[in-house]
């Protein structure tokens, strides 16, 4: 049997506490919440969803240079929908 991976639910924890802290998520936490996502090789569905509601949260506003070309390489790798910055 094997084990379903609960990386996702990591995922989720630990974007709450980085928006929690200053009510905004910076380069480095999104780079940390996507590690936690590559580190088994495998980027599942779950693990997809989960960063793209993370990402959804981002205001455009709070988007610096760092930021931006953290976002587009996940656009471009995950296909997913990226805020346009400010």
């Known amino acids: 049997m094997s084990k379903e991976n609960r990386d996702f639910l990591e995922m989720a924890f ?18 940390r919440i996507l ?14 969803r ?8 981002i205001r455009p506003e ?3 240079a760092a930021m931006k070309a953290q976002l587009d390489a996940i656009a471009r790798k995950f296909g997913i929908a990226v805020p346009a910055s400010a």
Do not use: K, P, W, Y
């Not at 630990?14 to 780079?31: K, N, P, T, V, W």
């Not at 590690?35 to 997809?48: H, K, L, Q």
């Open 35 to 48: 590690a936690i996502a590559e580190r088994n090789g495998v980027t599942d569905d779950n693990e997809r």
């Open 62 to 64: 709070e988007i610096d």
């Open 14 to 31: 630990h974007s709450i506490q980085c928006f929690g802290d200053d009510g905004r998520l910076d380069a480095a936490e999104l780079g």
């Open 50 to 57: 989960v960063l793209g509601n993370i990402i959804a949260r």
